[in-house]
């Protein structure tokens, strides 16, 4: 049975460099469509929902919809909100004042958990209704898809910046410590030796959340590679752990400083860098030690935009209409990955995405615990688009020296 009424999308969490390709591809497939009475973009995700500040979709230009959806970052604005029962009934009290029929809304896992408890409102009321999650995160870390739309943008941001980074390392040699976005999983930091080309291109050694930090393990890692080539350049996830699960941000702030969601501040204060840094320079005696926290800089950068990315972010926008408007369906969408490369589109149960939490598989990380595999290295370079550029280097011959040939 067609359900005609209002369709409301809406974006959550972090933005993405691709998350308006979703945006407009459903919004622009949604208007096809003549049961959908109006397109609303709510603003500030859920809580745009709760407040009705919502922008009428079914009025935007095309030709402005296509200039949104190649702008970076979240075009409706978003919240770190986390809905709970009491606030997810509000949110369906106003979707049905409005007479809205189809809510999309845009983020990741605690984003997916969201219309899944609406959806389940709307059926306790009998309430004719679909809701589609659409995945983004540059986490990568939602479960059932090969990979999360968002993903391939920042690893190519990180790859590339790793990759300046090494150039800049060889030049002036020292010891460099780039910190990467990922609570639990280690996707976006494993990035970082996409850069690689020669076989002393850095990062010399990655760590990432699946396994645990050890203090002198890390430094036994980093001074045998500074031996070995008389420099290191080190990518590190902002959550790693210690051998009791806890991050080890934690051994640095006396107080746990939480989000909206009660996690752990691990981005933004670059705590973690300068702790590894001092520990390196102390104990290692290096002088020469730097350290970055990348911090928003991987989520929106306009410079590093996977065109797979952008097209697959859009497609499972144009999804999600297809499945709530064609198949009368609810659910969240998952990237398949067919052939090399290739990939599908699945619709999977809500119950089965929402505040679940993919990590790396073990066979994309080394066995030493500090780097990665050539497996990831497969996994990851398709999705970093086209023209991800390496670095070269000079191979003419040394001349040989004349007044110091033989000292």
């Not at 459903?26 to 109006?38: I, P």
């Not at 393990?217 to 959550?239: I, T």
Request: glycine fraction near 8%.
């Amino acid at each position: 049975m067609k359900m005609e009424g209002k369709l409301v999308i809406a974006q959550g969490g972090g933005p993405t460099a691709v998350i308006n390709q979703s945006l407009v591809g459903a919004v622009l497939e949604a208007r096809k469509f003549a049961q959908v009475t109006k397109v609303y973009g709510a603003l500030n995700g859920v809580q745009g929902i709760v407040n009705e500040d919502f922008l009428d979709l079914s009025q935007e230009t095309s030709y402005n919809l296509e200039q949104v959806a190649a702008t970076p970052s979240s075009a409706l604005l978003s919240t770190r909100d986390k809905p709970d029962e009491a606030y997810c009934l509000e949110i369906f009290k106003a979707l049905k004042a409005h007479d809205v029929r189809y809510f999309f809304y845009i983020g990741g896992n605690d984003s997916s958990d969201t219309v899944r408890i609406v959806n389940e409102q709307a059926q306790k009321e009998n309430y004719l209704f679909r809701a589609i999650h659409i995945p983004k995160t540059i986490d990568n870390d939602l479960v059932l898809s090969d990979h999360t739309p968002g993903y391939g943008s920042a690893a190519r941001f990180v790859a590339s910046a790793f990759g300046g980074v090494n150039l800049d390392n060889r030049a002036l040699p020292g010891v460099y410590i780039g910190v990467v976005m990922g609570r639990h999983a280690g996707f976006l930091t494993a990035a970082s030796a996409l850069a690689h080309k020669y076989p002393d291109d850095g990062p010399h050694l990655i760590y990432m959340p699946e396994r645990i930090f050890d203090m002198d393990k890390f430094l036994a890692d980093v001074h045998r590679v500074y031996n070995q080539y008389g420099r290191c350049v080190v990518a590190v996830s902002e959550g790693i752990v210690d051998e009791k699960g806890e991050p080890m941000m934690l051994r640095l702030t006396k107080t746990k400083e939480t989000d909206a969601h009660g996690n752990v501040q691990l981005s933004g204060t670059g705590m973690l860098g300068d702790l590894l840094s001092d520990l390196v320079r102390e104990k290692l005696n290096i002088k020469r030690v730097r350290s970055d926290t990348f911090g928003y800089l991987q989520r929106s950068f306009m410079g590093c935009v996977s065109d797979v990315d952008q097209r697959e972010a859009r497609e499972v926008g144009e999804r999600a209409a297809h499945y709530a408007l064609w198949h009368n369906m609810d659910g969240s969408i998952s990237i398949q990955r067919t052939g090399n490369y290739a990939v599908d589109y699945r619709l999977e149960k809500l119950s089965d995405v929402a505040r679940k939490t993919r990590l790396m598989p073990d066979e994309y990380i080394n066995v030493a615990g500090n780097g990665i595999t050539d497996a990831f290295r497969d996994y990851l370079r398709p999705i970093l688009g086209s023209g991800f550029q390496l670095s070269s280097r000079l191979r003419a011959p040394q001349v040989d020296k004349l007044l110091k040939g033989n000292a």
